[in-house]
Antibody
Framework: QVHLVQSGPEVKKSGASVRVSCQASGYPFSSYDINWIRQASGQGLEWIGWMNPHSGNTGYAQRFQGRVTMIRNTSISTAYMELSRLTSDDSAVYYC????????????WGQGTLVNVSS | SYEVTQPPSVSVSPGQTATISCSADKLGHKFTSWYQQRPGQPPLLVIYRNDERPSGISERFSGSNSGNTATLTISGAQAMDEADYHCQAWDANTLVFGGGTKLTVL
């Protein structure tokens, strides 16, 4: 059974960085891209980017370019998303997600990580 | 940037059919997915590749996509269907979500 388990809530100051982890189990970690999506309170979903755990290749949404980094540790089946130069607009629940199969549609989601950025 | 538009809210009476639209330029040329999200929960995939249903999703959920509009249809609406619904498309190496639609069953 596929599981994506994320790290706990974070409280950060403006200007700081945050790293959220996503540990996968129940499938070959390197076989499926991991995507990161966020959702501010009461708002819609916003895609941040993707990472291929096998190659380490990444693709980021334009608005996050230069501020986001996605990496992985294949020995522990864990993906990480780091976002720098935080502002209050970055306060949101951050999700990792995996495709149902080979397509860009997400059948598996982590439980979400709340990131709260205060000034 | 590619923008995808959904109505903020839709209401339906129990047992009736709910339709939620998702509009964007030439959306019918792209694959669209739909997610259901209940409060405090991560999204749940209910439709992918325009009209395919994942295993375990009720046959009451169906999808279509043509022209500039994709549509999620929920037949025989039930109280348990009350949730936010998000459409998603892929354009020029960027994944885009609509703003979400709150479905009320009353």
């Amino acid at each position: 059974q596929v599981h994506l388990v994320q790290s706990g809530p974070e409280v950060k100051k403006s200007g700081a960085s945050v790293r959220v982890s996503c540990q996968a189990s129940g499938y070959p970690f390197s076989s499926y891209d991991i995507n990161w999506i966020r959702q501010a309170s009461g708002q819609g979903l916003e895609w941040i980017g993707w990472m291929n755990p096998h190659s380490g290749n990444t693709g980021y949404a334009q608005r996050f370019q230069g501020r986001v980094t996605m990496i992985r540790n294949t020995s522990i089946s864990t993906a990480y998303m780091e976002l720098s130069r935080l502002t209050s607009d970055d306060s949101a629940v951050y999700y990792c997600a995996r495709g149902l199969n080979s397509g860009a549609f997400f059948g598996y989601w982590g439980q979400g990580t709340l990131v709260n950025v205060s000034s | 940037s590619y923008e995808v538009t959904q109505p903020p809210s839709v209401s339906v009476s129990p047992g009736q059919t709910a339709t939620i639209s998702c509009s964007a330029d030439k959306l019918g040329h792209k694959f669209t997915s739909w997610y259901q999200q209940r409060p405090g929960q991560p999204p749940l995939l209910v439709i992918y590749r325009n009209d395919e249903r994942p295993s375990g999703i009720s046959e009451r959920f169906s999808g279509s996509n043509s022209g500039n509009t994709a549509t999620l249809t929920i037949s025989g609406a039930q109280a348990m269907d009350e949730a936010d619904y998000h459409c998603q498309a892929w354009d020029a190496n960027t994944l885009v979500f609509g703003g979400g639609t709150k479905l009320t069953v009353l």
